[in-house]
């Protein structure tokens, strides 16, 4: 799809459905799409742009719904693979995926659906969770964050989610004092969204999977052994249906990895033959 710039510098794409998809472009090099999670806009992923820039011609952007982009109804996960897409066009036919948490089960979607594509796929702590009982409290959560999105109480919403993926309650008050919490309450509409990319049971879409032709590099943190312990075992599932998966654990580093900590591992794997 056609690719534009408007006069503040905000690069766009229009997707099948004709909704508009923002995004920033940096660097030079092969073509890296970052897709990022849950409450999340290109903005957050600057940090991580910013460093992978000097190897790569790196595109951050705007989940629809999210940010400078457009949303077009109904939602569909399938829509989403379509604005990524469209962005792989604008980009030159063919490019990498690189995703996080709920991103990264999108970027598996998309990869699985996109075939050459999709260059290399290299996604970090995809939450998928076949532990006993996960299933039901997935229904749980999605119901009761269904009602509170109905209701219009975003913000409440917004903490619902992160109180169910473990945020500890200092740090949900740090958060909540913050200024970032205004745009997180922003964005609480898109939260359906992460939970439909993620399936009705969370489970690890391993047909799917099967599907990616593209070598892939499937990532979990360490230290996310205590505080998501379903995690590894999530991961280690998704590299054993990927027919050309590695599988990689970054020491010391939780869900919300440091790019720091990331970088040197991508830049080994995207840049390796």
């Not at 099948?16 to 990022?36: C, F, H, M, N, W």
């Not at 939602?75 to 990498?96: K, N, S």
Request: cysteine-free; glycine content about 10%.
């Amino acid at each position: 799809m056609e690719d534009s710039e408007t006069q503040a510098a905000v690069r766009s794409v229009t997707s099948k459905d004709g909704t508009s998809i923002a995004y920033d472009r940096q660097g030079e090099g092969p073509p890296l799409i970052l897709v990022g999670g849950a409450l999340s806009d290109r903005a957050g992923s600057a940090p991580l742009a910013d460093l992978l820039a000097p190897r790569f011609t790196v595109i951050s952007f705007d989940r629809r719904g999210r940010g400078d982009s457009g949303d077009t109804g109904p939602y569909a996960v399938t829509r989403e693979i379509e604005d990524i897409e469209a962005l792989i066009d604008a980009a030159g036919g063919r490019a990498h995926l690189v995703g996080f948490s709920s991103g990264a089960a999108l970027a598996l979607e998309a990869a699985a659906a996109l075939g050459p594509k999709v260059a290399k796929l290299a996604i970090y702590e995809a939450p998928y969770d076949e532990a006993e009982g996960a299933a039901g409290k997935w229904r749980r959560y999605r119901a009761e964050q269904g009602e509170l999105l109905a209701a219009g109480r975003g913000a409440e919403a917004v903490e619902h989610h992160l109180k169910f993926v473990g945020v500890p309650d200092a740090t949900m008050t740090e958060m909540k004092a913050s200024p970032m919490w205004r745009g997180m309450a922003v964005l609480a509409p898109t939260l359906p969204y992460d939970v439909a990319v993620i399936g009705e049971d969370r489970s690890v879409p391993v047909e799917r999977a099967a599907r990616v032709n593209a070598e892939a590099l499937v990532m979990d943190g360490g230290a996310s052994r205590e505080t998501m312990p379903f995690i590894r075992a999530s991961a280690d599932r998704i590299a054993g249906a990927i027919p050309r998966a590695r599988r990689r654990t970054i020491d010391g580093q939780g869900h919300n990895v440091s790019p720091d900590a990331i970088v040197p591992v991508l830049v080994e794997f995207l840049s390796g033959n």
